[in-house]
């Protein structure tokens, strides 16, 4: 950074916080949905530092002791205090390094205390049924055209993302290109624009080809031979493809319509099917690891409640000596 920058002690909030982000995005990789969650949990730090008559540059500890009171008071879980509270000091640590600040004072603060909570899982059962739902859906005979498309381009979502575990962020962005017919792997851009390899079982393939095609028999004929979208699953949006908003609504109407409560269901709930389903089976952690795009192993170790289960479910049913 110039020393014109270091010098800056009297920039405004907005100014440093976009700072930050430039970092983040520049030297960490962060995505999108990463750096406007940081600017969420900062501006609103800033205002509440704004009404004390205070700011980033020259608030003390005691003034964010404060904020994580307020946001106590204001019935905030304890995740979301931790989440605010790993945003604070990220920030500071920033202003220090670029001689913004001389002090950190998020240094010694302490997070609330917090058990890792499991991931809410789907049954084996629960996700048949809602492909059993959506299939039926798509080949509803008193539909209209449209109707189908959508229906079936909503039982390919959940194909794919049963499927392969993606991120929703990386299921709606999906390129066309993953959609050909000898495509055994996709290669996926996920966070930190890392790529990894990812393969595709035979029912996905099979829900994208009859999904594209039914897309391509409903375009007009005048645009047959149109610039096809780049994207899987495309969208008149800003995006230029599904939004995750959007699939999240579709898939809780599926839920109800699968006779499950649609609070249950989410695409993050079906990615936690999938890993749990897949260790539940005999995958190794590591594996799965790789496959759900976690940098650390830490991340993963979430689903090893359901490693153990198996493997005291496979001493008690398989040792000599166990009970019968």
């Not at 790993?86 to 997070?111: C, K, Q, T, V, W």
Request: glycine letters at 6%; proline letters at 3%.
């Amino acid at each position: 950074m110039s020393g014109a920058m270091r010098s800056s002690k009297t920039a405004t909030d907005a100014k440093l916080t976009d700072l930050f982000l430039d970092m983040l995005a520049a030297e960490q990789g962060a995505g999108d949905n990463t750096l406007d969650a940081y600017r969420r949990d900062l501006t609103d730090f800033s205002e509440f530092l704004g009404r004390k008559g205070q700011n980033f540059a020259g608030a003390g500890t005691d003034e964010l002791r404060d904020y994580l009171a307020d946001l106590d008071t204001r019935g905030f879980k304890s995740s979301s205090v931790a989440r605010r509270l790993s945003a604070m000091r990220h920030l500071f640590r920033f202003l220090l390094n670029e001689r913004i600040r001389s002090d950190d004072p998020a240094a010694i603060l302490s997070g609330p205390k917090r058990g890792r909570g499991l991931p809410k899982v789907l049954s084996i059962a629960d996700v048949d049924r809602m492909l059993t739902r959506a299939k039926e859906l798509s080949e509803a005979e008193n539909a209209s055209p449209q109707q189908r498309l959508r229906a079936m381009r909503l039982y390919c979502l959940l194909e794919v993302l049963y499927a392969t575990g993606l991120r929703v962020s990386e299921l709606v962005a999906l390129p066309l290109s993953a959609s050909r017919r000898d495509a055994r792997m996709i290669v996926v851009r996920g966070k930190g624009n890392k790529e990894r390899l990812v393969p595709l079982n035979e029912a996905s393939r099979q829900a994208m080809a009859d999904y594209l095609a039914a897309m391509e028999a409903l375009k007009p004929e005048k645009k047959k031979n149109a610039v096809a979208s780049k994207w899987l699953f495309p969208s008149f949006g800003e995006s230029g493809h599904l939004t995750r908003q959007h699939f999240a609504r579709d898939l809780k109407e599926l839920a109800a319509a699968s006779g499950l409560a649609p609070r249950l269901v989410s695409p993050h709930v079906l990615r936690h099917a999938f890993a749990s389903h897949l260790l539940h089976n005999g995958a190794d952690l590591r594996i799965v690891q790789t496959l759900l795009g976690h940098t650390d192993i830490s991340t993963t170790q979430i689903y090893t409640h359901v490693v153990e289960e198996r493997l005291k479910s496979l001493v008690r049913d398989l040792h000599p000596l166990a009970e019968k």
